[in-house]
């Protein structure tokens, strides 16, 4: 990998964007790093729960508009091309049904704020700095933030980040219901470590069809939810995993899950 770090230990991937003398602005080979490294957590049994983070001090400042093959500046693409390569990173790590975190500290902007909203929970430091900035660039937005802005926050405020571009401290992306938790710098590591972990040592099938489920109430009926629920509860029944659950429970011992 030439812009990520990638390990692994303990069902947890953490997966580091790398380019911290241009804090970690997307070119295009970080593009293609991601969207390649989202896949194979999908694909990849052993991998639980991915924590998705920053190199340097920063998240992401969103497409490097310096790169000249990046998805702004591909003279060899069509626009309508170039950004749709953009789209697919935000599919891929849409796509993951495992358990995802963003660990933001500095700087999530533009392209790269959608990058952290696109994970399933977002912890951030008390120094982040987040900013749908499209506008004020002259643009509009992209990967991904369209559709997922609102279902965070609401139309209206989604509207009010978006159309101003303003930046937003941690406490206050905290405060709108953009983000799930704001902490001091120093604590950031720790917590995320310790959610991870509690989140790779839980039920991998459960969790997967949880988050899969509030995917898709976004677009379901109550009686296509309540239908999609029952389907998943059925399948958790038969798992070797609800019978380990069960059994822990009546002998008062943690359980411990495999993905069966």
Do not use: Y
Request: aromatic share 4%; charged share 20%.
């Amino acid at each position: 990998m030439e812009t990520l770090i990638v390990d692994r230990k303990g069902g947890v991937v953490n997966v580091t964007m790398n380019r911290p003398e241009r804090k970690n602005a997307a070119n295009a080979v970080m593009l293609r790093e991601l969207q390649a490294t989202f896949e194979e957590v999908e694909r990849n049994p052993e991998d639980r729960v991915m924590v998705l983070t920053g190199a340097g001090g920063a998240f992401c400042t969103g497409a490097d508009l310096g790169d000249p093959n990046g998805p702004a500046t591909d003279a060899s693409q069509s626009g309508l091309s170039r950004m749709r390569r953009l789209g697919d990173v935000a599919l891929a790590l849409h796509h993951i049904t495992k358990p995802t975190i963003a660990k933001v500290d500095g700087f999530a902007v533009g392209a790269g704020l959608s990058l952290a909203l696109g994970c399933d929970l977002i912890v951030c430091s008390e120094s982040a700095k987040l900013s749908m900035i499209f506008s004020r660039r002259g643009l509009s937005l992209d990967n991904g933030a369209s559709w997922l802005l609102p279902r965070l926050v609401g139309l209206a405020r989604a509207k009010e980040i978006a159309l101003f571009g303003g930046m937003w401290s941690g406490q206050e992306a905290h405060a709108m219901g953009l983000v799930n938790r704001v902490l001091p710098a120093a604590e950031l590591d720790a917590f995320v470590d310790d959610w991870a972990a509690t989140l790779a040592s839980g039920p991998p099938l459960a969790l997967s069809m949880t988050k899969t489920l509030l995917h898709a109430s976004a677009q379901a009926s109550m009686d296509q939810a309540v239908e999609d629920e029952a389907r998943c509860q059925s399948l958790n029944f038969s798992t070797q995993d609800t019978a380990e659950a069960l059994a822990a429970f009546a002998q008062k011992r943690d359980p411990v899950f495999t993905g069966r």
